[in-house]
């Protein structure tokens, strides 16, 4: 299986990791670094992205009516809260 890249240049690298977006984006500098250190490449770049962790969150209707609320005002809490 292909690794997942832009397919725009000759060398391309992925590195994947569960480290925190600071370490990885410490990590890419490190790399970009070492790559133009090399004297090997015109061009070095990195497009570190960050992935949104997805949530799946069920609402029990019946205890948010015993609780004196409705599922459209809890989204809005929840989503106050994500972003």
């Known amino acids: 299986m292909p690794l997942p890249t832009a397919r725009q240049f ?3 690298l992925v590195v994947q990791s569960q ?3 600071e370490e990885m984006l410490n ?3 490190q790399l970009v670094g070492a790559a133009y250190e ?3 490449f015109l061009f070095v770049d990195t497009d570190l992205k960050v992935n949104r962790v997805l949530a799946h969150i069920e609402f029990k209707h019946e205890q948010l ?3 004196g609320l409705d599922v459209s005002s809890v989204v809005n809490q929840v ?3 994500l972003w």
């Open 10 to 12: 000759d060398v391309e």
């Open 79 to 81: 989503s106050s809260l």
């Open 38 to 40: 090399t004297n090997m």
């Open 65 to 67: 009516a015993d609780l």
């Open 19 to 21: 480290d925190s977006y």
């Open 27 to 29: 990590y890419a500098y």
